[in-house]
């Protein structure tokens, strides 16, 4: 009597599991400059340009380069969205209702071999995690990481 | 037909007449003691009538009197004694302290319980990024992290970072 309603389970949980699979990790480098005529802002960052603007104070952001990489469960990765700046990460499913099935990441960044900063943070899929980096010429340098 | 003893009262009390009293007698010479029990009881119910042992009250009004004043005497007692028992809680006092109990609840629900306006508040921001945990390995660099509510951004904010010159090639 129990096996259906178990093969029934197994099953959706493994089309579910495989439909997570497809989860990607966005990652970018950002120049944050004052501009007179300041260029459009890329996509990825649209929704997000009211808020950057109000907490960096410049009005101009420009990806210098940007990583798109598969993200699961456990998984170790390498986002390299700029050969200078780049990050390690290693990945776990998030289990907080908040995260709403984003992951756990346990991140560092670097310039070229220097690390930077060592991190943990909770990303929910759709919402970015900015950091502010190094000042660069007259702006400022700005990591984005964003599960999609 | 009436049952023996019954009967047998009737007969001793001389309510006995006519033909029931004629069959009754018939009755009896089955019991020749009857004659002597109905003498006995005749002679006991004379002497009781004859000699009563309740006293005779010379003065009805001055004894009513008297009966009346103790019982108001004896009222407030009893009055005091009610006070007694109902103690502190009183109606009107139950019914105040209910009302004060019901307004502390509602105030206590209000400020501790979500309410499903604030709850779908929340539910409509989806925006969700949190560090949990930060640090940075050189001396003289620090990460804070700000999260501003209002904006619903999230920032791991370096700071004392080396400047890096325009010169430098980013990518």
Redesign the interface.
């Known amino acids: 009597m129990l096996i259906r309603p178990a093969l029934f389970t197994a099953f959706a949980l493994g089309i579910a599991a495989s439909a997570r699979a497809e989860d990607k990790i966005w990652t970018a480098?950002v120049?944050a400059t004052n501009a007179a005529s300041p260029k459009e802002t890329p996509k990825e960052l649209r929704a997000?340009l009211?808020?950057?603007k109000?907490?960096f104070g410049y009005n101009q952001f420009e990806v210098?380069?940007s990583a798109t990489d598969k993200i699961e469960d456990k998984s170790e990765l390498k986002l390299m969205p700029?050969?200078?700046?780049w990050m390690q990460a290693k990945a776990r499913r998030s289990t907080s209702k908040?995260?709403?099935g984003?992951y756990?990441l346990s991140l560092q960044l670097f310039n070229e071999k220097?690390?930077?900063?060592?991190?943990?943070?909770?990303?929910?899929p759709?919402?970015?995690?900015?950091?502010?980096?190094?000042?660069?010429?007259?702006g400022q340098?700005v990591f984005a990481l964003m599960i999609e | 037909m009436k049952p023996f003893e019954e009967q047998f009262t009737a007969w001793v009390d001389g309510k006995l007449s006519g033909p029931e009293l004629t069959a009754f007698e018939k009755q009896l010479a089955q019991h020749p003691e009857a004659s002597a029990d109905r003498a006995a009881a005749k002679t006991v119910g004379t002497l009781l009538r004859e000699n009563s042992t309740a006293p005779k009250l010379e003065n009805a009004d001055f004894f009513n009197l008297q009966i009346q004043q103790r019982i108001a005497v004896d009222r407030p007692r009893e009055q005091l004694r009610e006070k007694a028992s109902s103690g502190f809680w009183s109606w009107p006092r139950l019914f105040v302290a209910g009302a004060a109990c019901l307004l502390v609840a509602g105030a206590l629900f209000q400020m501790l319980i979500p309410t499903g306006a604030s709850v779908n508040e929340e539910d409509q921001s989806?925006?969700?990024?949190?560090?949990?945990?930060?640090?940075?390995?050189?001396p003289g660099?620090w990460?804070n992290t700000?999260y501003?509510p209002k904006?619903?951004?999230?920032?791991?904010?370096?700071d004392g970072?080396?400047?890096?010159?325009?010169s430098?090639?980013?990518?």
């Open positions: 480098v120049l997000s009211p808020k950057l109000r907490v210098i380069g700029t050969q200078s700046f908040e995260a709403r984003g756990l220097r690390q930077l900063v060592d991190t943990e943070a909770r990303l929910a759709g919402s970015p995690l900015f950091i502010r980096g190094p000042e660069y010429g007259k340098i | 989806p925006y969700f990024a949190q560090v949990v945990e930060s640090w940075t390995s050189e660099v990460a700000v501003n904006d619903n951004v999230t920032v791991l904010w370096l970072l080396d400047y890096i010159p325009a430098y090639q980013l990518k």
